[in-house]
């Protein structure tokens, strides 16, 4: 937590100098609330998508629970992440608690693995569109040699069991931790006979990272940006990925650094980008005030 704070402090420190924040506050409450309602609704279609995602995940793997149940665990464990390092904390707190309703501990946090697997290639795919849709003759190759290895360590993530066997030797399979990888690795190598379910879920991915990409696009248009909708499929799934790190406290810090940064080649003063990023932060953060209420009611239900 110390070396998140440290890094999130460097950073906005860092933008501070170039930055002017009451211009960025003066920003953020002039923000059409036309824009901003229309954002709100989107983010709560996505919340709704990446339940319905986990869903066809949880049912493929035949994991025994409710679609209540999973859609309550979803959202308490998303409101919990926002405490916890960003990226893989609401993961964690989603794995931690199917677990627990679940017999089969090692389907439970295969199901979360896999289901960001399927995130970061969807954000790799709609990176080579934005690629394509912006710059087609100045494609930086370092961009795509990202995106291949990105792509590639996604699609590794369902061979982890032939991996694993690989790197371990045998003598040392009994070993608590490396049993528990290993049942793991096999609930993910079970994913490579699930085809259809897995190109299923990668659609719905696809679409929920335009749902987030939209969202940025009609934040700025609240604050008065005229970027292109294609700079955003190009820009977006970057600042995206960089919210998955888990090195930043709720996505401040890194991403809006990142979004400045990429921001700034088509003209947009840092104080607005800088409103942009922490905007998207922020509405981020309202669609987790569901798993909020829900987790007051079960403290009072235990209680």
Same mark, same amino acid.
């Given at each position: 937590?110390?070396?998140?704070? =440290? ?39 996505? $919340?709704?998508?990446? !339940? ?9 793997? #035949?994991?025994? !629970? ?5 859609? $309550?665990?979803?959202? !308490? ?24 309703? #679940?017999?089969?501990? /090692? ?5 979360? =693995? ?45 061979? /982890? ?5 690989? =790197? ?21 190598? $079970? ?13 719905? /991915?696809?679409? !929920?990272?335009?749902?987030?990409? #939209? ?32 090195? /930043? ?23 607005? #980008? ?22 007051? $009611? ?6």
């Amino acid at each position: 937590m110390l070396i998140r704070l =440290a890094i999130t402090a460097a950073i906005l420190v860092v933008l501070s100098r170039g930055l002017d924040f009451r211009e960025s506050a003066r920003a953020i409450t002039a923000m059409d609330p036309r824009y901003l309602a229309v954002v709100l609704v989107l983010v709560a279609i996505d $919340r709704c998508v990446m !339940i319905l995602r986990w869903l066809l995940l949880l049912r493929a793997s #035949s994991v025994a !629970i409710s679609a209540g149940a999973a859609a $309550r665990l979803f959202l !308490i464990s998303s409101f919990v992440g926002s405490f916890l390092p960003a990226g893989i904390g609401a993961d964690a707190a989603r794995a931690y608690g199917l677990s627990r309703e #679940s017999t089969s501990g /090692s389907e439970a946090l295969a199901s979360v =693995a896999v289901d960001r697997a399927m995130g970061v290639l969807s954000l790799v795919i709609m990176a080579m569109v934005g690629l394509i849709a912006w710059q087609p003759a100045q494609q930086d190759p370092r961009m795509l040699v990202a995106i291949l290895g990105l792509t590639a360590a996604s699609v590794a993530l369902f061979w /982890s069991n032939y991996w694993l066997r690989l =790197a371990v030797p045998d003598r040392h399979h009994g070993h608590f931790v490396v049993r528990r990888a290993l049942r793991l690795g096999d609930a993910l190598g $079970r994913y490579r006979d699930r085809q259809g379910v897995l190109v299923h879920v990668l659609a719905w /991915s696809i679409g !929920i990272q335009l749902l987030r990409i #939209s969202q940025a696009y009609y934040l700025g248009l609240g604050l008065g940006m005229t970027v292109p909708y294609s700079y955003y499929l190009l820009f977006m799934p970057i600042g995206l990925l960089m919210l998955l790190l888990p090195i /930043s406290i709720s996505g401040f810090g890194l991403p809006q650094g990142i979004i400045v940064w990429l921001l700034r080649p088509v003209g947009v003063p840092d104080a607005q #980008s800088f409103a942009l990023s922490t905007l998207i932060i922020l509405t981020g953060l309202a669609g987790n005030l569901p798993g909020l209420w829900l987790w007051l $009611r079960q403290r009072r239900e235990i209680l």
